[in-house]
């Protein structure tokens, strides 16, 4: 097992990556004040894993809530079924929330735990790669709005972090790749060495060996807690975990949430990215070649939904959260390994980007 | 007109009471930081107070949203409402949202600009006398659930308040009535001299004497603003606001949002406690009497709705926030002018308490 941690202060709290992790009551407990937990899971992940769970909590007051499957269901109305469930239960202020599924479990269960009685205890098990080596870690919760994705939520930190690398033996190979799209973002915004390394890792990642597995676990999460750490409420240079997602967020909203997983449209949007990076003069063209080589390795898409049109993205890229006072702040690249925050980028590079990303 | 600040470091903010300050745009504009504000208000208030409110923002964008008027609308599904206003007209994250209202307004307002892209500005006009001297200091925001009130939540702070006092000259009796509890409350459990003061100048209150209203608002946001300072979230004696809160959120919940207003729930719920710290011996009847008789001099309930059982109270306290790990905690009174925490009541007094309530 690794452990680091994300340095937040009094909040700092742990990161456990390895085999095995769920059946280690010992690293769940000392991160459960009270006497009451209520475990949040979907109709996939329950049947799996949520026995072993539970059976961690023994002696505690112990519930479950298992809520549908789906980016779909990241509504405020699902939101309330946690809310139903803590109140059926009479849970107190004193209660742990804890998460056991992918990033939209993450999120919601998160951000419930955040509101519930104005904040309560929360702990993840990520048990997909993608909730593993991002969205389990910094704090950030939402839900969705049918007019943009994740624009209602808040910063809560979880008081631990268990990744069980055993729960990646289940996940679909399309979740697998979604997972690689978040992996190699850290290469691209900050880390040439993980670049590098993941170039030659790629086929042993798609194969799941362990050894490989957790080393792109930890090595995603040291980037970013270090980015966390520094910036825990995204006025900086924490801004640079978007790259791709602005561009991804359209995707999403463009095409109806779950049609298209997270990482798949940050893929996209990471390869929108790297192209206009190069329009700007950037990027060398041959490095936007590497980074999309890489991510086709990977399996994952290149271009964004033909039925997305340029205007349609133009719109939707408006009500973006990285968008201030109206200016439009994209995350690009400097450099591989190199991430920016441009804050006046030039519409009509942008408008060339998506419309050759239309023509090919 | 008068000015107070709440203390809270670099979230220190001004609480402005006096009359004519809806026409003073100066007082708005420097906690403004962006380009775009929201005016959150209600279907009563909007047609009174709402121009004056936007000609005070001249020159920024502003846009307003409308809610119905009432506790019973203090849910989710109106909350979504705000986000749908702020998305469609496409407000970033540096936009300011203002509650223009009573308390469910601002408690509304105040959890939309908590979750909206994980936080925006916020900025409090509260235009009834409970919202002037309680719910808009302080940062608690929430709405209910049909299992229990305020149970989802935030604290988020205004940048500012502006206590507008002409605002009350519309206020209907009973709503001055709801607030005076509130008032009432900050000389029960801290302030023996503010409690004379209230037991001579009653009546000039309830008369809408300018001179009276601004005094009691001051000394009443004085009280809160202190207990704020110094207690943010509600770890210590910040819970003593809560006398009479636990018996009254069981009253508002057991009879349904609206039927009876939030002050004279909380007026009921004085008379309980102070019942019940006649009971073990911490107040003497007579100050109870003095307590009961001042209430009613206000115009408030002193007992709890008949239909409300000894069990349904029991049942519907066992939810309230003050529970922690199943240990009832209630607010009451060691002598006039001092609230407590009282972390274990004996049941049986308790129920002795409610029983008596009911044969009144």
Redesign the interface.
Known sequence: MKTLHVELGDRRYPIHIGPGLLERPDLLRPHIP???ALVVSNATVAPLYLDRARAALAGLRHEAVILPDGERYKT?ET??DI??AL??H?F???CTLIALGGGVIGDMAGFAA??????VHFIQIPTTLLAQVDSSVGG?T?VN?P??KN?????HQPRCVLADTDTLATLPDRELGAGLAEVIKYGLIRDLPFLEWLESHIERLLARETAALSEAIERSCRNKAAIVAADE?ETGERALLNLGHTFGHAIETGVGYGEWLHGEAVAAGMCLAADLSARLGWLRWEQVERVRALLARAGLPLEPPPALTTDDFLRLM??D?K????RLRLILLRDLGRGVIAGAVDPQRLRETLEAARRE
């Open positions: 009270g006497q009451q405020l939101l309330n809310f139903t109140l059926s009479r107190d202020r004193d955040a509101c519930y009685q104005r904040g950030k939402a709005h007019l943009g624009m209602i939520g808040a910063f409420r408006a009500v959260k968008v201030r006072d109206g």
